[in-house]
């Protein structure tokens, strides 16, 4: 009995060698099995709403009369018009985007004893930033324009060293170094961008003007801060740089402050963060063709929910257009 039984067993296994060995030869015949299907990809942050060609795409900050930002605004509360004519909006958002930034710090030779100070609040700024944001550090005066010190990161490490790399010397050259800003932003990961500028003197070294730098911020959607720090300079010089500074701020819907000394720029950095944190994304297709590369203005008004106070809105004030409309 136990050999036979040995025997059953025995044959069991030879038939199943017998059956499994055609499997075999059949999967080899026919190759590897085919891979598992790749998940699709994610969008990147900062890529949530994809803008075409013929899409214009605004920022927008709404604040009340205490200056802080008002939400939960609905399409109903703004009015959006292009060179005078009611636009319909394709997309509202209020979220707290990621943002590709650069931070240009004046290095002229009066800027020599308020670094520390401007380092500091400039790193204020980024460590109150979405920790999402990529940011690069660019210094300017006369002999480079501009100097990349440190290109897009998110470690505030890396960028306190590039900060602190100074050597401050000469006279200002800031419309070069905004352009060249402008155009280095445009490398930026995320699709909303700002520049923080730090400057304490009217330019007196760039090949390109006012007006010429105007009109590239104006093509880039880039919103530009600043802080100007202009209590040295005499008086004429001084408000020259002011209507600069604001003419580029308020253009691009930024804005400028105007401190009387640096121990205010950290305090201004920190609201400028939670500035660029709460805004509005509006977009929409505007419905009067652009003829050639002609500027389209733009104004944003805001209608308060019943019973709330006036409400102040700021945005960039217009753009660009190409043939079919500027690529925002």
């Known amino acids: 009995m136990l050999v036979r039984g040995m025997l059953r067993r025995f044959g069991h296994l030879i038939l199943l060698l017998l059956i499994a060995l055609p499997l075999s030869r059949a999967q080899q015949a026919a190759g590897p099995p085919p891979p598992?299907?790749?998940e699709p990809a994610k969008a990147p942050a900062g890529y949530a709403i994809q803008s075409d060609v013929s899409m214009v795409l605004l920022h927008v900050s709404v604040v009340d009369a205490h200056?802080?930002?008002f939400p939960g605004l609905k399409a109903g509360n703004f009015r959006v018009f292009e060179d005078g004519a009611e636009q319909k909006l394709a997309v509202l958002r209020e979220e707290d985007a990621p943002v590709s930034?650069?931070?240009?710090?004046?290095?002229?030779?009066?800027?020599?004893?308020?670094?520390?100070?401007?380092?500091?609040a400039a790193l204020t700024f980024v460590k109150t930033s979405n920790p999402e944001d990529e940011v690069f550090v660019a210094h300017f005066n006369q002999n480079?324009?501009?100097?990349?010190?440190?290109?897009?990161?998110?470690?505030?490490?890396?960028?306190?060293?590039?900060?602190?790399r100074t050597e401050s010397r000469g006279p200002t050259a800031l419309y070069d170094a905004i352009?060249?800003?402008?155009?280095?932003?445009?490398?930026?990961y995320n699709s909303k961008k700002v520049l923080l500028i730090v400057s304490d003197g009217e330019d007196n070294f760039s090949k390109n003007d006012l007006h010429v730098t105007l009109e590239q911020a104006q093509r880039s959607n880039a919103m530009?801060?600043?802080v100007g720090?202009?209590?040295?300079?005499?008086?004429?010089?001084?408000?020259?740089?002011?209507?600069?500074?604001?003419?580029?701020?308020?253009?691009?819907?930024?804005?400028?402050?105007?401190?009387?000394g640096v121990?205010?720029?950290?305090?201004?950095?920190?609201?400028?963060?939670?500035d660029i944190r709460h805004q509005y994304t509006l977009a929409y297709y505007p419905g009067n063709a652009p003829a050639g590369r002609s500027f389209r203005a733009i104004r944003v008004e805001v209608v308060p929910p019943p019973g709330m106070e006036k409400l102040s809105v700021r945005t960039r004030t217009g753009y660009f257009a190409t043939q079919t409309a500027s690529r925002n």
């Open 179 to 188: 352009l060249t800003s402008l155009d280095h932003l445009k490398r930026g």
């Open 224 to 226: 530009i801060y600043a």
């Open 101 to 120: 930034m650069g931070l240009l710090i004046d290095n002229s030779a009066s800027m020599e004893d308020k670094r520390p100070g401007v380092n500091a």
């Open 144 to 164: 480079y324009s501009f100097d990349l010190n440190e290109d897009f990161t998110s470690d505030a490490g890396e960028l306190g060293k590039a900060l602190a």
């Open 67 to 69: 200056g802080q930002f």
């Open 263 to 274: 121990e205010q720029v950290e305090a201004i950095c920190t609201q400028f963060a939670y």
């Open 36 to 38: 598992p299907p790749e």
């Open 229 to 260: 720090l202009l209590g040295q300079e005499e008086k004429s010089s001084a408000e020259r740089a002011r209507q600069a500074l604001l003419s580029l701020t308020q253009a691009t819907g930024g804005s400028a402050f105007f401190p009387s």
